[in-house]
Nanobody
């Protein structure tokens, strides 16, 4: 059974930085993509970033491109989201996810962490 455990959330001032971690276990992730999503109050969950486990190729939403960086440590089975130049609109619960790669642009997101709160004050 896949387990994804996020950590690193918290309260930060606008312009600051945070690094989220996602410890993954329960399977090998070859053929998978790991992603970060977020959900703000009253809004739908949205895609933020993803990384292909085997190749390290990354994908970003336009809203975070240039400010956030996703990376992974294969040896530690951990995925990171380095967030910089944070804005109040980045406030949300951030979720780690794992999904099987269906096509180069399609991922079957199947496993989710419990989420970690990020709050950016103005």
């Amino acid at each position: 059974q896949v387990q994804l455990v996020e950590s690193g959330g918290g309260l930060v001032q606008a312009g600051g930085a945070l690094r989220l971690s996602c410890a993954a276990s329960g399977r090998t992730f070859s053929g998978y993509r790991m992603g970060w999503f977020r959900q703000a109050p009253g809004k739908e969950r949205e895609f933020i970033a993803a990384i292909t486990w085997s190749t390290g190729i990354t994908y970003y939403a336009e809203s975070v491109k240039g400010r956030f960086t996703i990376s992974r440590d294969n040896a530690e089975n951990t995925v990171y989201l380095q967030m910089g130049s944070l804005k109040p609109e980045d406030t949300a619960v951030y979720y780690c996810a794992a999904g099987r790669i269906v096509t180069i642009i399609q991922v079957a997101w199947s496993d989710w962490g419990q989420g970690t709160q990020v709050t950016v004050s103005s």
